[in-house]
């Protein structure tokens, strides 16, 4: 039977306490669901180790954890609260390695999710981390990318910040893209909106346009695959980039890097530029199936005009 994401990163943490030896940090592990159910029932005998509430210090014991080269796993439950976590492991862990030539590796597993939280604990903030040098970022949305992203965190001597979502967890399904040299319009999608992507390609080609999904693993670095670039240099109407996080970083970079590349015009659509709050009047969400298409058929029509 598939697996779920759920049961493969709790899987991937158990193996990591019990046969690498590592540790995993982070508050409120053993409470309240044990994360969405993505922490194995282990203790703190096991490397398994409950933080305080103090999240500017916890960085800090975290980054003495990747120095001692037991390959730290931070669980940071809401991505939000990166703002009081980062600091420190921007600062020295992601910068240790080049400086002082003594590696840092850490595993941080940010966690999104949605729906009338508040301003906090809210969707992503891989943008945080993008500029920054000395770290990876990875979005794996399906049990194997899960897979490659904690092997590949442990052949290397960085950290790698993933950037999960809850709305994945229950997911069995390997996402594949879907490009052609005759697509219409090309679907770039990172984290949760790779889902919302899917079901917006299949109206589209109902109202009969031909539309390509690209689906992002990497952020960061970000390698323009050549079946993209071959995808959306012959693409009617460029593509659009989709994601989680403000738009004022990652997507406006990558459908730059993808404009550039491809003389073909890339859009991004993100979250809104304003704060989330706690009633669904004032959340603040990722963009869903209806925005995607008013978007794209926006795309469409402008780039009609223009040619007529």
Wanted: net charge positive.
């Amino acid at each position: 039977m598939a697996k779920t994401v759920r049961e493969t990163i709790r899987q991937t943490l158990h193996y990591h306490l019990k046969r690498k030896k590592g540790l995993v940090f982070g508050q409120c592990l053993t409470a309240v669901g044990w994360v969405g159910g993505t922490i194995p029932k282990l203790s703190e005998r096991d490397g398994l180790i409950e933080l305080n509430m103090a999240d500017v210090a916890n960085g800090g014991i975290v980054a003495g954890a990747g120095l001692s080269n037991r390959r730290p796993i931070y669980v940071i439950r809401y991505q939000g609260f990166n703002w009081f976590n980062a600091p420190i492991i921007l600062n020295f862990s992601c910068k240790s390695k080049e400086i002082w030539k003594v590696p840092c590796p850490i595993f941080i597993r940010g966690i999104a999710m949605e729906g009338s939280i508040g301003p906090v604990a809210g969707s992503s903030h891989h943008s945080l981390y993008y500029r920054m040098p000395g770290v990876r970022i990875l979005s794996p949305m399906t049990p194997k990318e899960y897979e490659l992203a904690y092997k590949s965190f442990m052949r290397e001597e960085e950290v790698y910040y993933i950037s999960e979502h809850r709305g994945s967890y229950d997911n069995k399904i390997e996402l594949k893209d879907s490009l052609s040299d005759n697509c219409d319009l090309i679907i770039f999608a990172i984290s949760i909106t790779r889902f919302a992507a899917y079901e917006a390609k299949k109206e589209l080609e109902k109202k009969g346009y031909k539309i390509g999904i690209a689906n992002i693993l990497w952020i960061k670095p970000f390698k323009i695959k050549k079946s993209y670039l071959k995808a959306l240099k012959k693409s009617k109407y460029g593509g659009i980039i989709l994601d989680d996080d403000y738009p004022q970083g990652i997507i406006n970079d990558l459908a730059y890097q993808l404009t550039h590349v491809s003389n073909n015009k890339v859009y991004s659509l993100g979250l809104k530029n304003r704060s989330a709050g706690f009633s669904k009047k004032s959340d603040n969400l990722p963009p869903n199936k209806k925005d995607i298409i008013k978007m794209a058929e926006k795309i469409i029509k402008n780039k009609k005009n223009d040619n007529n």
